[in-house]
T-cell receptor, first 110, second 118 residues
Framework: QQQVKQSPQSLIVQKGGISIINCAYE??????FPWYQQFPGKGPALLIA?????SEKKEGRFTISFNKSAKQFSLHIMDSQPGDSATYFC?????????FGTGTRLQVFP | GAVVSQHPSRVICKSGTSVKIECRSL??????MFWYRQFPKQSLMLMAT?????????EQGVEKDKFLINHASLTLSTLTVTSAHPEDSSFYIC??????????????FGSGTRLTVV
C-alpha cells in the first residue's frame, strides 16, 4: 500500500530526445506527487509536482502526466540535455510522509 | 527560495564513537523535519519524522536508541548516530517542511552527509 514503483531503472537518451520515466502507486490516499532530481553526493532537488485533481502540469522542459484511475504518473523531459544526466525519483505523499520510488538513472549523450 | 543547510557534508569516525549531524532551515520555520538514509545507487528510505518540541516518530526497523533525533527549535534538527559501526556508513539526508508552504507541501532537502565508519 505504501510502495511507489518506478521504471525504468536506467535510461539512455540522445541529446534533444525525450526522456520518459513512469511511476505507479497503490495508496489512493496519496495527494501530492513530486519528482526530484539528484546528482551524485547531493540531496534531491524538487523538479515539478502535481496534485491528483490535475491531469498534466508543465514547467519548462518538464511535464508530469497524471492518470488517477490507473494510479500512474510520469515525467517527460523534452529536449533532453547532457546536464540532465542525473538520478530521478518520483515520490508520493499523504500526512507529511514522502514515499520515494526506486529511482531512474538518466544518461543523456551528446 | 527555501534553503536547508546540513552539516557536516562528510564525516569519518571510528567504530564505537558517536556522530552528530545538523539540519537547519535557513529562511523558514519548519513544522516537521525528516531524516532519510540512502545507500549507494538506492532510493531514499525514511528513518524518522520529527516535530518541534516533541519526540521523533521512527519508521519500522529503525533503532531509536541508535539514531537519536532532537528537534529543539523550528529551524534546527539533529541526528546523532550513537556507537557507530561500519554498517552505519551511508548517506544521510534531512528534509524540512515549510509551515507556510500551503498547497505546495514545501519539502526542501539538505545536501546530505556522507558518514564513513572505520
Amino acid at each position: 500500500q505504501q510502495q511507489v514503483k518506478q521504471s525504468p531503472q536506467s535510461l539512455i537518451v540522445q541529446k534533444g530526445g525525450i526522456s520518459i520515466i513512469n511511476c505507479a502507486y497503490e495508496n489512493t490516499a496519496f495527494d501530492y506527487f513530486p519528482w526530484y532530481q539528484q546528482f551524485p553526493g547531493k540531496g534531491p532537488a524538487l523538479l515539478i509536482a502535481i496534485r491528483p485533481d490535475v491531469s498534466e502540469k508543465k514547467e519548462g522542459r518538464f511535464t508530469i502526466s497524471f492518470n488517477k484511475s490507473a494510479k500512474q504518473f510520469s515525467l517527460h523531459i523534452m529536449d533532453s540535455q547532457p546536464g540532465d544526466s542525473a538520478t530521478y525519483f518520483c515520490a508520493a505523499s499523504k500526512y507529511d510522509k514522502l514515499i520515494f520510488g526506486t529511482g531512474t538513472r538518466l544518461q543523456v549523450f551528446p | 527560495g527555501a534553503v536547508v543547510s546540513q552539516h557536516p557534508s562528510r564525516v569519518i569516525c571510528k567504530s564505537g564513537t558517536s556522530v552528530k549531524i545538523e539540519c537547519r532551515s535557513l529562511d523558514f520555520q519548519a513544522t516537521t523535519m525528516f531524516w532519510y538514509r540512502q545507500f549507494p545507487k538506492q532510493s531514499l528510505m525514511l528513518m524518522a519524522t520529527s516535530n518541534e518540541g516533541s519526540k521523533a516518530t521512527y519508521e519500522q526497523g529503525v533503532e531509536k536508541d541508535k539514531f537519536l533525533i532532537n528537534h529543539a527549535s523550528l529551524t534546527l534538527s539533529t541526528l546523532t548516530v550513537t556507537s557507530a559501526h561500519p554498517e552505519d556508513s551511508s548517506f544521510y539526508i534531512c528534509s524540512a517542511r515549510d509551515r507556510g508552504a500551503g498547497k505546495d507541501y514545501g519539502y526542501t532537502f539538505g545536501s546530505g552527509t556522507r558518514l564513513t565508519v572505520v
